[in-house]
């Protein structure tokens, strides 16, 4: 994950990357023990196919990838002494501020739109809930961690923004570009909706938001919050 070290006033609390992967291990495992019973899956996620090719399509051969991966992924925090991230209470935490993001945003759509899911349209509760931890993760690591914060710190060298006000400008106007682009992307491919300004308007204001969450505060807080709200609006 992009990490600036406390540079810039968009970077200086955010969680840093081993914590951020630490913290959404639990959303990646639970993602990927589910997805493969469903016919659909996040459009983000490019890593299921591989895993079920890796396993030879066998499902117990699949899970013990996945949950390979979660034990690798522990096994190395632990040699790097770093199993402090694996604390329960710093779960609870960024699982309770995930709550609280989750809840202000819930409250904005009911003003400005009623009830909407930011992914693709889904039927019944176990679906919606296991696409919900699949959006949270993949969009996040798409949107916030590739297109914004590569994007942005790619932008910021090649117009040599040393200045913190020039540099802050380009974060912004970047991150409301990123932001159109996470919107429009629930209107494209098999499972996208037809365009309407109002839920494209929402879904931009809402990347702005996911945006300032990952920028402020990490990838972990960002990537709970829009499975929380995503879970909130499609299945409870």
Not at 9 to 15: C, H, Y
Not at 123 to 151: C, K, N, P, Q, W
Not at 161 to 167: M, V
Not at 224 to 232: E, N, Q, R
Request: hydrophobic residues 55%; positive net charge.
């Amino acid at each position: 994950m992009p990490n600036d070290n406390g540079r810039g006033v968009m970077t200086r609390t955010r969680s840093g990357p081993w914590a951020d992967l630490a913290l959404t291990l639990p959303i990646f495992i639970a993602y990927h023990l589910g997805v493969v019973f469903l016919q659909v899956r996040n459009a983000a996620d490019l890593v299921t196919r591989e895993l079920v090719t890796l396993a030879h399509n066998s499902t117990i051969g699949y899970f013990g990838l996945t949950l390979g991966i979660g034990a690798v992924f522990v096994a190395t925090l632990v040699v790097l002494g770093r199993s402090h991230s694996l604390r329960w209470d710093r779960f609870a935490l960024v699982a309770a501020e995930g709550v609280l993001y989750a809840l202000a945003m819930r409250l904005m759509a009911s003003y400005v739109v009623g009830r909407l899911f930011l992914g693709p349209l889904v039927h019944d509760r176990s679906t919606g809930l296991i696409m919900s931890l699949g959006a949270g993760f993949y969009e996040e690591i798409g949107f916030r961690v590739v297109l914004f914060g590569f994007g942005a710190q790619l932008l910021s060298l090649l117009f040599s923004a040393r200045a913190p006000l020039k540099a802050l400008l380009i974060r912004a106007g970047w991150a409301a570009l990123a932001a159109a682009a996470f919107s429009g992307w629930h209107y494209v491919g098999a499972l996208g909706e037809s365009f309407d300004l109002k839920s494209f308007t929402f879904r931009w204001v809402c990347g702005m938001a996911f945006t300032a969450i990952y920028a402020f505060r990490g990838f972990a807080p960002a990537v709970w919050t829009h499975a929380l709200y995503d879970i909130w609006v499609l299945v409870l």
